[in-house]
Every structure is written in structure tokens, then in C-alpha cells.
């Protein structure tokens, strides 16, 4: 039973083009909403976050969507560059708690 | 500013031996986590701490025992590993003011055999 799904596990993207990472969500209870990005053998490093009362949030090149309505979220990051390559999660907080609840993560390629 | 660290790095378990994993941050966290990573999965919420003395379960605490004496320190204790405790261990602390906003340690890689 995933609350929090990436149903993307890789996504390949040249560099200078957008890419979009996206995240769905079962639980209405959900308040917050983060995306952490995670290179080989090191922990995940937040990135950005928004909560349920924006629908947008932005820093940099990166920017997050929330669409409540449908439990959906996504990321965008433009432009995209080779550094970027690495594992991005979704995760999502309730507001009962701090149950941090992680997607299983999709693989970002930024091609030279 | 070491941030968050773990040891070991790698760690291999007989069937039925106990260990103990080290977390330490050096922030001033209120907030610390265990989470443990399994292959093509995300991170699963095992034990929690908003400050010293208090800790409670997340999402999959059987098998796992915490402790939390100090602010800096959150070791997890596992007894009489099983298999199914091979994973990669990650902790994590987080501010009181900005509790969302996770800072991981590099994990530690336990293999129970």
C-alpha cells in the first residue's frame, strides 16, 4: 500500500531542457510535500518543499507544483544539468505527525 | 560543522547477532530519525525523536530498539538480526523551527547473512 507513488522509476533528459519529475499521492491527510535528490553512497539532500495551502514554489531552477485536487506534485527543473543526475523522492508529512512517508524515487539522467 | 555521521559504513551480520548503529549531529537538532532504504524503494520511517527522552515509532520499528539521552546522539539497536534487516540505514535530524527539512547522514550498509 504506497501512499506516496513515483510511478517513473528513470527519465532521461538533455542538458538545457526542462526536466519534470512527477509524484502522486493517496493520502488527503498529507500537509507537506518535499523532494530530496540522493547521489551514490551519499544521503538524500532536501531540495524544495511547499505546503498544502500554496500550489507553487520556487527557488532557483527548481519548482514545484501541487495539484491537491488530483494528489499530484511534480517537479521541475529548468535548465537541467549534468550535476543533476542522481535519484530523486518525493515524500510527503501528515499533519498527525512527523511520519515522513518517501516515494520510491525516479532516476534523472541530464545527457551532456 | 560535521553535520550528521554514522558508523559503521558497512557492517556484516551473523543471523541472530545484535548491533548497535552510531548517529551523531553536531547542529543542535531537535528532531532525529532512523530510516532504513531497501533496494528500489524509498526510505521507510523506522524510529523518531523530537528531543532528548522522547522517541516514538514510525512505520516499521519491529526488530529495532532507540534510545535518546542526549540531543546529539540517536544510536538504533538491532537484536537477533534477521535477514530481512539487511538494508541501508540512513538517520537524519532537523531543526525544531524548519522540522520538514531533513539532514542525512551517509548510511550504513548492514548485510545479515
Known amino acids: 500500500d504506497q501512499q506516496v507513488k513515483q510511478n517513473s522509476p528513470s527519465l532521461s533528459v538533455q542538458e538545457g531542457r526542462i526536466s519534470i519529475l512527477n509524484c502522486d499521492y493517496t493520502?488527503?491527510?498529507?500537509?507537506?510535500f518535499l523532494w530530496y535528490k540522493k547521489y551514490p553512497a551519499e544521503g538524500p539532500t532536501f531540495l524544495i518543499s511547499?505546503?498544502?495551502?500554496?500550489d507553487k514554489n520556487e527557488d532557483g531552477r527548481f519548482t514545484v507544483f501541487l495539484n491537491k485536487s488530483a494528489k499530484h506534485l511534480s517537479l521541475h527543473i529548468v535548465p537541467s544539468q549534468p550535476g543533476d543526475s542522481a535519484v530523486y523522492f518525493c515524500?510527503?508529512?501528515?499533519?498527525?505527525?512527523?511520519?515522513?512517508?518517501f516515494g520510491p524515487g525516479t532516476r534523472l539522467s541530464v545527457l551532456p | 560543522n560535521a553535520g550528521v555521521t554514522q558508523t559503521p559504513k558497512f557492517r556484516i551480520l551473523k543471523i541472530g547477532q545484535s548491533m548497535t548503529l552510531q548517529c551523531t549531529q553536531d547542529m543542535n537538532h531537535n528532531y532525529m530519525y532512523w530510516y532504513r532504504q531497501d533496494p528500489g524503494m524509498g526510505l521507510k520511517l523506522i524510529y523518531y525523536?523530537?528531543?532528548?527522552?522522547?522517541?516514538d515509532k514510525g512505520e516499521v520499528p519491529n526488530g529495532y530498539n532507540v534510545s535518546r539521552s542526549t540531543t546529539e546522539d540517536f544510536p538504533l539497536r538491532l537484536e537477533l538480526a534477521a535477514p530481512s534487516q539487511t538494508s541501508v540505514y540512513f538517520c537524519a535530524s532537523s531543526p525544531r523551527n524548519s522540522y520538514y527539512e531533513q539532514y542525512f547522514g551517509p548510511g550504513t550498509r548492514l548485510t545479515v547473512t
Open positions: 511547499i505546503s498544502s495551502i500554496k
Open positions: 515524500a510527503a508529512r501528515p499533519n498527525y505527525g512527523q511520519n515522513f512517508v
Open positions: 525523536s523530537v528531543g532528548a527522552g522522547i522517541t
Open positions: 493520502n488527503s491527510m498529507f500537509d507537506y
